[in-house]
């Protein structure tokens, strides 16, 4: 038996305005065919789970390309044809294979491409023909299409956001494609469309419920997988939404009852689901209201809007132009994608004051800059914070304080995961008495342990929450929150 193995991920913002090319991927991950004998990484997880799995069962492994680049505005379409075209060629070189896995994110529009996924699996289904197995893991902030379920044997999204269950699905995926290879199971697909747009927190009730149920139906009553694509609201493609996927053993008709009773479980939950976010100044407010002993940890903020994770430039000012004009103190404001600054910083030298022009400097999605009179306080050349297990660059950084306001400044674009990232810069994360970060949910894993409270805000940025007034020009239908209830005609 052989398995071939591949893994291409980036989620494209196509309201953002920076362009998604080859270094955007150079500074991400990019391996052409030895991720796993590389270290791990957020990209190459799973690519480590398939090949320890399939050499247990004695197959020969494939491995082609592992790609990854921080989410972005839409990919450069030479750059996506060339990965196309790498995948493509090391998999028809690889023939005849047993088994085909994919590590995507599901999200992914190059230019010219809408459903970069759909189009590479349908590539991928031509060379290996219909019988051979065919898996993919997905990002759940995926758009889940008809390409993607027609091309694939076995579709199964994350579960988890923070996104921690990423080795676990591609432990169960695995199953799933092995059984499949060997003729043990036939799965099939269905999905049910629940006509929704929004995000959604699992680590809160009721969709902490929801996901616990979707588990505990897996393996049971012929029933494979699960999978909630929660869909990525800023992607302006035809088939942006939430979508409900069940894999039966066999059973069609079983596959659509099952999606379609977890779907309409979510949809009549929805008014209880979506995250509530505050304004920049209620969320500021409320921090200054909380009792904070100095024990307890500091109130973390979540800058939803500026989160690079979703494709936004990471070097939005709004939440810092309040802060200052409100003259908050003991506050920490970060990361911020800001290579400029950061030179600035390293050529002035540790303990220099300066003036220094900060942020606001990708588009009018990123507010006016700042200019500060800061001192340097913290430098490092090799940054990391952790994203799970895996380490994530933030290249040369710099810590720099002003009146009682600290700021971190980082090169390599990259959402807030974790607060060793402060620590890195010598900042003790425990000593602010706010913390504002960049993300919208991956923070949580890395911040909850120190955090007294954490507050959800949405300020301008490049990731406006207001779903109901998106300017989709790709999807047709009706859906919540633009119609209180899409299913009524
Ligand atoms: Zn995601």
């Known amino acids: 038996m052989k398995m071939f193995m591949a893994a291409l991920d980036t989620e494209t913002n196509t309201f953002a305005p920076l362009p998604t090319g080859a ?39 494939a491995e082609s390309l592992c790609a990854y680049a921080e ?29 085909v896995l994919l590590a995507l994110h599901g999200a992914m529009v190059a230019d010219g491409y809408d459903d970069c996924e759909g189009d590479l699996l349908t590539a991928v289904r031509a060379i290996v023909g219909p019988e051979v197995p065919v898996g ?34 591609a432990e169960h995926l695995f199953t799933l494609i092995a059984d499949a290879a060997t003729g043990r199971t036939k799965p099939v697909m269905a999905a049910f469309d629940c006509r929704m747009i929004g995000t959604f927190r699992p680590t809160a009730q009721p969709m902490r419920g929801f996901v616990d149920r979707m588990i505990a139906q897996e393996g049971r009553d012929g029933v494979l997988s699960l999978s909630l694509a929660h869909g990525f609201p800023w992607g302006d493609v035809a088939d942006v939404g939430v979508k409900m996927l069940a894999v039966t053993d066999g059973d069609p008709d ?28 209620a969320a500021l407010e409320a921090a200054l209201d909380l009792p904070v002993e100095a024990a307890d940890g500091p109130v973390v903020i979540a800058d939803v809007a500026d989160n690079p994770g979703g494709g936004a430039p990471g070097d939005a000012t709004f939440f810092l ?12 404001l970060g990361y911020f994608w800001d290579p400029i600054a950061v030179r600035f910083c390293f050529e002035a030298g540790l303990g220099a ?25 913290g430098l490092a050349e090799r940054v990391t914070q952790r994203f799970g297990a895996a380490p994530v660059a ?18 390599l674009r990259t959402q807030t995961f974790h607060p060793e990232g402060m620590a890195a810069l010598g900042l003790d994360p425990r000593a602010p008495r706010i913390i504002v970060v960049k993300s919208t949910q991956h923070f949580h894993a890395g911040f909850a342990p120190i955090a007294s409270e954490i507050l959800y805000a949405s300020s301008p940025g490049a990731l406006s929450k207001d779903f109901a007034t998106f300017a989709y020009t790709k999807r047709s239908g009706p859906y919540w929150p633009r119609d209180d209830d899409p299913f009524v005609p």
Request: charged fraction near 25%; charge should be negative; glycine fraction near 8%.
């Open 23 to 61: 270094l955007a991927f150079a500074e991400g991950f990019v391996a052409h065919g030895n991720a796993t004998a590389l270290p791990e990484n957020y990209c190459s997880a799973q690519l480590y789970v398939w090949r320890r799995r399939a050499e247990a069962l004695g197959w020969a492994v």
């Open 321 to 332: 132009w309040r802060v200052i004009e409100r003259r908050i103190t003991n506050i920490m």
């Open 254 to 281: 079983r596959a659509a009852a099952v999606a379609r009773h977890f779907g309409e479980t979510l949809f009549a939950h929805r008014k209880e689901i979506a995250p509530v976010f505050l304004t920049v100044d």
């Open 353 to 377: 004051t300066l003036d220094l022009r900060i942020g606001g400097k990708c588009g009018v999605a990123s507010g006016e800059p700042v200019d500060r009179r800061v001192t340097v306080m």
């Open 71 to 99: 989410p972005g505005g839409i990919t450069a379409r030479q750059v996506y044809e060339g990965f196309r075209a790498e995948i493509v060629a090391d998999l028809a070189r690889a023939m005849p294979v047993d088994a």
């Open 136 to 169: 993919a893991e997905l990002d759940l902030h995926c758009h889940l299409t008809e390409a993607m379920m027609q091309a694939a044997t076995v579709l199964v999204a994350y579960k988890e956001y923070p996104h921690v269950d990423i080795p676990e699905r």
């Open 394 to 411: 933030m290249g040369p950084s710099a810590w720099v304080r002003s009146e009682g306001i600290d700021l971190v400044l980082c090169s």
